[in-house]
């Protein structure tokens, strides 16, 4: 069992960056790859990043590939997002995940999430 949560969340202005944060407890952080998705409003959730267990391994949507960076301190069991020229389309609730076989991009895999926390980009 994992519980996840999520902070970091908040207004910026276009361009502008943040850093998203996500805290695992229960055990074994490390045998879990873990992915961060996004959900706007009345839009499907859709995948942004994920970080395979040691943290070597990262794979990104198109959308914010160059802007965003996935890592990991497996020491603090804490999955961090760093976003930066952030852009109004990238409004939306953030949501890390926590997957117990692989990196992967599609949110069908991932068995734990957080609660999200709200980023939002004003022009």
């Known amino acids: 069992q994992v519980q996840l949560v999520e902070s970091g969340g908040g207004l910026v202005q276009a361009g502008g960056s943040l850093r998203l944060s996500c805290a695992a407890s229960g055990r074994s952080f490390s045998n879990y790859a873990m992915g961060w998705f996004r959900q706007a409003p009345g839009k499907e959730r859709e995948f942004v990043a994920a970080i395979g267990f040691s943290g070597t391994s990262t794979v990104y949507a198109d959308s914010v590939k160059g802007r965003f960076t996935i890592s990991r301190d497996n020491a603090k069991n804490t999955v961090y997002l760093q976003m930066n020229i952030l852009k109004r389309e990238d409004t939306a609730v953030y949501y890390c995940?926590?997957?117990?076989?692989?990196?992967?991009?599609?949110?069908?895999?991932?068995?734990?999430w957080g609660q999200g926390t709200q980023v939002t980009v004003s022009s």
């Open positions: 995940a926590a997957s117990s076989t692989y990196y992967y991009s599609s949110p069908t895999y991932y068995k734990y």
